[in-house]
């Protein structure tokens, strides 16, 4: 199973679930204070989904990795190819 196929399962779990749960449509008889509760839940979930996301974007962020030998690979490559086209007749 895909991630993508995990994500709308889970997603469509919640909303069938919330759902049945507002809407009472199995005639669960839920009291009105856990219905008030729940009315907003999406909402909720999405500002902690939104948090989570930065949150992980940020340790990552943080603790990035540095990696000086690709950085100095990458400056030599810089100037053999700006020599290479200075032998080539372009102006810096």
Known sequence: ???LLEWLLGVSVVVTAWGLL???LL???VP???REV???MPVYLL???GCYSIAT???RVATFNDCEEAAQELQAQIKEAKLDLKKKG???
């Open 1 to 3: 199973m895909t991630k």
């Open 22 to 24: 507002t809407f009472d």
């Open 27 to 29: 005639d669960l008889k």
């Open 32 to 34: 009105q204070v856990y």
């Open 38 to 40: 729940v009315w907003p």
């Open 47 to 49: 500002v902690v989904f």
């Open 57 to 59: 974007v940020g340790y």
């Open 90 to 92: 372009l102006k810096f």
